[in-house]
């Protein structure tokens, strides 16, 4: 195959899975509505199919760049939100079982695509030489897998975020009536009507996992992330010496790097802290989400260091 | 304090006092929030630091700022923004980070150690574990508990079977909390190794011209060294000669590769070994190893006065103010010959082009091109006489002519010589390239390593494993028994529902003596 077939099939790929994406959203939003089993099927069948069209798309990058499609932001980003969509679809509804945040999950990776295929897009090329590393792989690598998992477990993070509140509004609201103690995750949605209180019509367990779930998820998914994280930055730092004689020293990427990780050990110990566990550990999960982006966007587009002729 | 009775009990009074504020905050600094509140503290303090331009990295914009923002830089200066990684207050954070992870490890050490040491403790009520399970087996009680010790053994529990062999305790997951001790120790170990290596070692750059042999020592650095605090000028001696430097490039301009390919002696001048030095692949002899960092060119240039040579020898041309978005490949070097022996002084400055068709091609097109390789290189020229001002301290690829007089200027191509009058004249030999190299030590980096991997390694266990405690007690049942099995973990509890009802059907076969 030549280079020139091999990236238009990339860029043909990737267009396939996009709209294969955004039709998966609708469908899973509308099974969040309605309940419809059959709109949770097409959107599980049409991720799956989005998905084997992205790993077209990467493989096919690859062949035409001549080496491994981790190169540049572009790269980076559509691998990231290829294991951002498999991370999903194996942990969440494959192990998990939870069959209703495949719409955020999804919105997320579409956001992801787009703002790669508009403002990071690149043409395939080879690499400089301070890039042309084993060490290098295997650092962006274990960087861009810990990431897609750090993703996921920042969007379950912010639902549970949403969810735990709805949760609380709706005890406050129930314990004049139902008294403390009572397991609200067994009383159906009830409704103040007149003074007198009358179980709504349809009852509904709400729109979103339990937040406990949603919780748990995001903390397995984080743990998950972070000796990958951890590991990432220790073959990052090998690489540094190998290119540059230095382990480490605190170039912005590096930095940011060691931010993030710093912030999700604190969340690691918050759960662990009383009084921290819960809302504030999924806060400090979160500030750790936006640090990952900065990590991942900001410092490469804007502030400049050694990492940026990675872009 | 006119009180005399005061005044007895004061030494007391302000002992206890000061015995009651360390125990504060060694308690304080022991606590889980301390920690993590110090955790994100320093985390803060690193975005500081990639926010502001820093020291040794960015001195360039921190100059800037000082000239465009005086105030802004002086406030900045003084609370240490520039200088994060190094300031009082980032190292009094980090280091009561430490003895905060001190103050916690060692209690969670000790009780780990008593905790491992000692065999799982019998339990009294099963019934009221949170999970509990009752089978019949047909076997009598005491082979129906051998047969489950196997069977718990078999899953990697600890098992200890107290009194009359008739129950068993257990649990499993030591691991949990022995890799996160392993992990918080390795922390230690990593900054004891970066101290050490980064304390006891140096970083410097060498500049080496094709053909020239250059001597690992204090000296030879030009400045451009940074020695640990506890480094002690140990030097290693070893002599660099490098015999060719390669640079390769696509056609489209980005660089294929660097290679210094050089000759390693050691102080005493004997052969320890011939090495290709390239980006990302260093070399290294007695310690000290040698990355590939830059390169320039170096014209071989002579100066004679009446026929006798007063210079002779390689300059090293630079580039320097390479404007953004510029390729370096298209701008033109410049060095400088500097005659101070000579009354009245003369200077020579140099621009010098590799690749002559660069220099045609902005003088006929207006168009830059890159200059990869040497092709028939040319250098233009300017001479000035009077006063080098060599006692200020400057660039030695700058010429300050304030005080001097243009002479002469023109064009020299390799191997050609010019006339600068006054008996002087300046020949261009030949072209040769320079290699730049980072020289350093660091004896802390295995250590380093050594701790990053522990750290891994106690990571994972530390975040995937869980601690759980099961109890089995048997009681004669007619012919058989009756097996009580009750149990709990201490973490991810709703996982542990499965495992224990698995571990339940296993118990049952073993102890009847079915299956594996
Ligand atoms: C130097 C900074 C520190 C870092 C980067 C750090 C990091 C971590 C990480 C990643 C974990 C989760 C993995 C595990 O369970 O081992 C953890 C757990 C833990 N850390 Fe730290 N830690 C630090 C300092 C401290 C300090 C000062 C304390 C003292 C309070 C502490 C106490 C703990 C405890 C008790 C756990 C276990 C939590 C659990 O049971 O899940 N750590 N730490």
Known sequence: ???????????????????????????????????????????????????????????????????????????????????????????????AGVRTVGGFVLAFVLLTLAVAALFLHVGPAPLVPALNSYWRQVHVGSMIVSSALLALGGILTILYLVKEAGERRRAARLRPIAGAGVDLGTVPELQLDGGTVTEASVPRRGILPPAEV????????????FPIWTFGIITGAIWAERAWGRYWGWDPKETWSFVTWVIFAGYLHARATAGWSGRRAAVIALVGFVSLLVTYYAVNLWIVGLHSYAT | ????????????????????????????????????????????????????????????????????????????????????????????????LLVSLVAC??????????????????????????????????????????????????????????????????????????????????????LAGVAWGKGTGFSGQAVIVEGETWTEAHASYDGQIREGRYFGEHHSGVQVRVDDFEASYRMTGQPRDFVTRATLFDQDGRLLDRVEIRVNHPAEAEGVRFYQFGYGWAPVIRVEREGEAIFDGPVVCEQRDVPDGVSPLQVPWRCVVKLASLRPQVGIAFELWPDSRGLLSLLETGQVMPMIVAYAPVMTWEAYEGDLRAELVQSASTLDTTAMRRIGSGVLGAGETADLGRGITVSFLELRRYTVLTVARDRGMRIVLLAAILMLIGLLPALSSTRRKVWVSAEPDGAGAVLKVGGFALQRGSRFEEEFARLVRDLERAAAGVGP
Do not use: C
């Open chain 2, 105 to 190: 490890i060692v209690p969670r050490t000790r009780a780990f150690v008593r905790n491992a040491l000692a065999k799982p403790a019998p339990a009294r009520d099963l019934g009221a574990m949170r999970h509990y399970a009752e089978v019949v087996v047909p076997v009598p009680p005491e082979r129906a508990i051998s047969g489950a010790r196997r069977a718990l053994r078999r899953r990697l529990f600890r098992v200890r079977a107290p009194g009359d062999g008739r129950a068993l305790a257990a649990d499993k997951g030591l691991a949990r909390e022995g890799g996160s001790l392993l992990f918080h120790w390795a922390i230690l170990l990593l």
């Open chain 2, 1 to 96: 304090m006119a009180d005399a009775r005061t005044h007895t009990v004061t030494p007391r009074w302000w002992a206890a006092s000061v015995g009651r504020s360390v125990a504060f905050v060694w308690r304080s600094l022991r606590s889980m929030r301390t920690a993590l509140v110090l955790l994100l503290l320093v985390g803060l303090g690193a975005v500081a630091g990639s926010l502001v331009p820093q020291v040794g990295v960015a001195d360039a914009r921190i100059a800037a700022t000082f000239r465009d923002h005086p105030l802004r830089a002086r406030i900045f200066d003084q609370l240490g923004l520039f200088d994060v990684y190094g300031s009082w207050w980032f190292t009094l954070l980090y280091t009561l």
């Open chain 1, 1 to 95: 195959m030549s280079g020139g077939a091999a990236a238009r099939i990339s860029t043909d790929a990737f267009t396939v899975a996009f709209v294969a994406y955004l039709v998966a959203v609708l469908a899973a939003f509308h099974h969040l509505a309605f309940r419809r089993r059959s709109a949770w099927t097409l959107s599980i069948a049409l991720t799956g199919a989005g998905a084997l069209a992205h790993l077209v798309s990467v493989v096919a990058r690859g062949i035409a760049a001549g080496r491994i499609p981790l190169g540049n932001m572009y790269e980076y980003s559509l691998a990231l939100s290829l294991l951002v969509v498999l991370a999903y679809l194996g942990l969440v509804e494959w192990r």
């Open chain 1, 214 to 225: 949603l919780d748990r998820l995001a903390h397995r998914t984080i743990a998950f992330a």
